[in-house]
């Protein structure tokens, strides 16, 4: 199994930055992509960023130029750097982890990040 931890979240104004965190521990060896999703209220659970163990990263339409998801394997942990960030981006965000064949997935239990206008 796999433990997944963020961190990172808070309240910015429109415009500014933020970074979140996701440190993983147990089983990790068995994990390729790693993401980031969110929740934004009264809504549904987006695909927010993706990266895999090599390196590959894909993002969602709304995000592309703004953020960017980077892994480092050595400490078991992605982050999203978060860049002019829009009142829209306003909601829970979820890490998530994946095995190779897709059988096991994982979850964080969520930040919350907030960027009033």
């Known amino acids: 199994q796999v433990q997944l931890a963020e961190s990172g979240g808070g309240l910015v104004q429109a415009g500014e930055s933020l970074r979140l965190s996701c440190a993983a521990s147990g089983n990790i060896f068995s994990i390729n992509a790693m993401g980031w999703y969110r929740q934004a209220p009264g809504g549904q659970r987006e695909f927010v960023a993706t990266i895999i163990r090599s390196g590959g990263t894909t993002y969602a339409d709304s995000v592309k130029g703004r953020f960017t998801i980077s892994r480092d394997n050595a400490k078991n942990t992605v982050y999203l750097q978060m860049s002019r960030l829009k009142p829209e981006d306003t909601a829970i965000y979820y890490c998530?982890?994946?095995?190779?064949?897709?059988?096991?997935?994982?979850w964080g239990r969520g930040t919350q990040v907030t960027v009033s206008s």
């Open positions: 998530s982890a994946h095995s190779y064949s897709g059988s096991n997935n994982y």
